[in-house]
């Protein structure tokens, strides 16, 4: 299954060095949340099955992106892959007081790629912390440290190669504050960047980016994967949601939508 990856490359490069290769903005964002977080320490930690089942159930009852958040995967997806060590999870924390958590983070690992999802926090208790950010440029510092790491892919979500969303995020199409991770010259020169895609195959479960290629499958196929997919996040747990994919998927467009 193909999606469309937003890359941070942390090979073979100091913090500081990557640092400075980011705007002003952000370079000026990252000074900034440091200051308003002092009291906070960030830090990895062991997966806790009973804490990350709390902080995602915290996140969907909040707003994110004009909508109630919604996880499209199970606790036990979550547990499957810290059993085959393919999850890592950091939180930033008070440094007086460790038990109190401020918030969550974990992140898929496959070798040297790391898929990230959105940092989990209350974001009416914590507004004034910026405690994404806080969470983002600090998994860049471990992930810049780590030398098995290569890839960090903060989700740009399914709209064709990463090439594609530098493009498109030149011409002012996409908005996410996530691009202030992006070196600036990256973003200032898209053309020169490859047509990565995020690939995932299940057996064996694995992750990586790829150039894309054609690979001469059928939307038949493509569809059936997905639905095997669904099934295999959620462990058969969400059938509404495999439902509601496939009559989405089927069903004919309304006459607005024709027009």
């Known amino acids: 299954m193909h999606y469309t990856p937003l890359l941070v490359n942390v090979h073979d490069v100091t913090f500081d060095d990557y640092l400075q290769s980011l705007s002003k903005a952000a370079k000026k964002n990252y000074k900034s949340i440091i200051k308003i977080n002092e009291d906070l320490e960030y830090a990895k930690i062991d997966f806790d099955a009973a804490l990350v089942d709390q902080f995602m159930r915290m996140w969907e009852r909040q707003i994110v992106g004009n909508r109630f958040a919604k996880w499209s995967f199970s606790l036990q997806y979550l547990q499957y892959l810290n059993e085959r060590k393919m999850l890592s999870c950091f939180v930033a924390r008070k440094k007086e007081k460790q038990d109190d958590i401020i918030s969550l983070h974990f992140v898929e690992q496959h070798d040297g790629y790391v898929e990230c999802y959105a940092p989990i926090y209350d974001k009416i208790k914590h507004m004034d912390r910026s405690i994404a950010k806080y969470m983002w440029f600090n998994l860049i510092r471990y992930a810049v440290q780590d030398p098995g790491i290569e890839w960090l892919d903060?989700?740009?979500?399914?709209?064709?190669?990463?090439?594609?969303?530098?493009?498109?995020?030149?011409?002012?199409k996409t908005k996410s504050y996530k691009w202030q991770y992006v070196s600036?010259?990256?973003?200032?020169?898209?053309?020169?960047?490859?047509?990565?895609?995020?690939e995932?195959?299940?057996?064996p479960y694995r992750k990586y980016?790829?150039?894309?290629?054609?690979?001469?499958?059928?939307?038949?196929?493509?569809?059936?994967?997905?639905?095997?997919?669904?099934?295999?996040?959620?462990?058969?747990?969400r059938l509404n949601k495999i439902v509601e994919f496939i009559k989405n998927r089927f069903r004919k467009p309304s006459a607005s939508e024709n027009i």
């Open 184 to 198: 600036k010259i990256i973003k200032d020169n898209p053309m020169a960047e490859k047509d990565y895609i995020r």
């Open 200 to 203: 995932m195959v299940l057996f």
């Open 209 to 237: 980016i790829k150039e894309e290629g054609s690979n001469g499958k059928t939307s038949k196929y493509e569809l059936k994967k997905r639905i095997i997919v669904l099934l295999y996040y959620n462990k058969g747990q």
């Open 154 to 172: 903060l989700g740009g979500g399914n709209i064709g190669t990463w090439k594609d969303l530098l493009i498109r995020h030149s011409e002012g």
